[in-house]
């Protein structure tokens, strides 16, 4: 994990259950002798997000009507930390797809005091969020939920003529259909040994997958970012394959003017990449 990443370590499960009590009926003990979490759980991880929300970042309210993904918070803060290494100037962050657990924007103005727009393409999303926003104080001075009322466009009818940012963030549904999420996280459970329900595989379909899967969102995002090219400092984005950064990297090297960067992050075995690129000066952008 990035080393400002405040969940680095353990979690200290007593404490946190003195906090949110409903969260002792999904602990277990592992079989080194430690507390654990039944992470496969959506319930267990919404309760854990809550607590740590309340606890790190001073919320008063954050909750997810079922049905909506439950982000875990180590890797989605991981992500924020290494794109405020790309730039730790940064003021005004665009994050695209933000959901309604509103989680990047959360992060990035408790740790750093950004403010954000949070686009959305889910009406019910969009509700949620701006919820969230709603009823926590610290929140409402500093992020903006905006609907994206065309799937078709990322940046489009998102970005105003007045708007600039420093940032943009993502991360892009990983799935071209819903059966495809579905296959997918059957999978994963059977590899788990489960097949009850509730399980952590929580997700408005805009959360999940998107028409072409994520490489064809990528193409759209990189076509589009050109034409928003004086607008943002750096366009960012989460990339789940190596191969699909490969064909992305393409798509960048082709095109004139820009800086393109490969950021890693690693979350215990877990490998993953963020894909920047700048159409100005690296040294300037911002």
């Not at 959360?106 to 009823?135: C, M, Q, T």
């Not at 003529?161 to 296959?183: I, M, V």
């Amino acid at each position: 994990m990035h080393p400002r990443n405040r969940y680095r370590g353990k979690h200290d499960f007593t404490e946190l259950c003195r906090l949110e009590p409903g969260l002792k009926q999904y602990l277990f003990t592992n079989p080194v002798g430690k507390l654990s979490l039944d992470f496969s759980r959506n319930e267990a991880l919404r309760l854990l997000n809550r607590v740590l929300l309340l606890r790190d970042y001073g919320l008063q309210h954050w909750d997810l009507p079922d049905g909506h993904l439950v982000p875990p918070l180590p890797g989605r803060l991981d992500y924020i930390h290494t794109i405020a290494d790309l730039l730790p100037k940064a003021q005004r962050v665009l994050d695209i797809g933000t959901g309604a657990s509103v989680i990047y924007p959360i992060l990035g103005v408790g740790e750093y005091g950004w403010s954000f727009v949070g686009s959305e393409v889910n009406p019910d999303s969009v509700r949620v969020a701006r919820a969230i926003v709603k009823f926590n104080p610290k929140l409402r001075r500093h992020i903006e939920i905006r609907q994206q009322e065309e799937s078709a466009f990322i940046f489009r009818g998102i970005i105003q003529p007045e708007d600039y940012f420093h940032l943009t963030l993502c991360n892009p549904p990983f799935y071209a259909d819903r059966e495809s999420a579905e296959r997918a996280g059957e999978k994963k459970w059977r590899k788990l040994g489960r097949t009850d329900g509730g399980l952590s595989f929580g997700g408005a379909d805009s959360e999940l997958w998107t028409p072409g899967g994520e490489m064809a969102f990528l193409r759209r995002m990189i076509r589009e970012s050109q034409d928003f090219s004086r607008q943002v400092g750096w366009f960012t984005t989460l990339v789940s394959k190596k191969g699909y950064l490969r064909s992305a990297r393409q798509l960048l090297d082709a095109l004139e003017g820009v800086t393109v960067r490969v950021l890693s992050m690693e979350q215990g075995n877990k490998k993953s990449r963020v894909l920047a690129w700048t159409f100005t000066d690296p040294s300037s952008a911002g």
